[in-house]
């Protein structure tokens, strides 16, 4: 008996030992606590990156004096972040210096889009100073404070002048160059467009007076191209 409770004795000892041993690999108090976190890009896109289907101008038969009347074109935010925009108008004619083409635009920022003949309205208002001789200045103060114009609606116009015309023509150092005039506007306020924004813009084009025989049977070319960039500070257009 004797030998059995000393066998006994030390087997419990044994185990003890072995559960003792173990205890310094658990933790009965326990805590954790970790953080995750994620970030979506932003878009930007203009009009989905797709060529606007809307023709900027249509027109044939056109004499010295006449002025051809363009079509609305929309630019439309279809990203979800702000951007601003760089317009690049270029005209080229196929037979003759393009300087004599006079090229008048005017641009809607507006945040509902408005049906066509809301938009023809507000362009005759602008063309009521405008074709009476009065400067693309003072047809927009016109507009403005038109009763055509909705609030909210901002709008901007501009020209080529013949000067500028020329002195583009001037700088050009082949045939073809004299050909093409480049008019670039756009990057500032008006041009930057909120995701919920757009811009309505229109251009006429004129035939100046001066323009001779040499433009008899001319083609004339327009082609406005639409850039957009991010607004901070630094970002650049795409080359």
Same mark, same amino acid.
């Given at each position: 008996m004797k030998k059995v409770q000393k066998a006994l004795l030390a087997?419990?000892? &044994?185990?003890?030992? &072995? !559960?003792?041993? %173990?205890?310094?690999? @658990?933790?009965?108090?326990?805590?954790?606590t970790k953080a995750n976190g994620?970030? +979506?890009?932003?878009?930007?896109?203009?009009?989905?990156?797709?060529?606007?289907?809307?023709?900027?101008f249509?027109?044939?038969?056109?004499?010295?004096?006449? !002025? !051809?009347?363009?079509?609305v074109v929309t630019i439309d935010n279809t990203g979800n972040m702000a951007e601003t925009l760089k317009m690049t108008y270029t005209s080229t004619v196929d037979k003759a210096p393009a300087s004599p083409y006079k090229i @008048?635009?005017?641009?809607?920022?507006?945040?509902?889009?408005? /049906?066509? /003949? +809301?938009?023809e309205d507000w362009r005759m208002e602008w063309e009521k100073g405008f074709f009476n001789g009065n400067h693309n200045?003072?047809?927009?103060?016109?507009?403005?404070?038109? $009763?055509a114009l909705p609030k909210g609606v901002k709008v901007v116009t501009g020209e080529v002048t013949a000067e500028e015309a020329q002195a583009m023509?001037?700088?050009? $150092?082949? &045939?073809?160059?004299?050909?093409?005039k480049t008019f670039k506007f756009g990057n500032d306020e008006f041009f930057t467009l909120q995701e919920d924004e757009y811009i309505g813009i229109v251009f006429d084009?004129?035939?100046d007076q001066k323009a001779g025989n040499e433009?008899? %049977?001319? $083609?004339?070319?327009?082609?406005?191209? !639409?850039?957009?960039?991010?607004t901070d500070t630094g970002a650049k257009y795409k080359e």
């Open positions: 087997t419990s000892l &044994a185990g003890a030992l &072995a !559960v003792s041993a %173990g205890y310094g690999t @658990y933790s009965w108090f326990t805590s954790s994620n970030i +979506e890009n932003g878009t930007l896109s203009v009009n989905n990156g797709e060529d606007i289907s809307t023709k900027l249509s027109a044939s038969k056109i004499a010295p004096s006449q !002025v !051809v009347k363009g079509d @008048y635009y005017l641009a809607f920022k507006y945040k509902i889009q408005p /049906d066509k /003949d +809301e938009i200045e003072q047809s927009m103060q016109a507009l403005k404070k038109s $009763k023509s001037t700088l050009a $150092k082949t &045939a073809k160059a004299n050909n093409t084009v004129k035939l433009y008899q %049977g001319a $083609k004339y070319d327009g082609t406005l191209t !639409v850039q957009a960039k991010q």
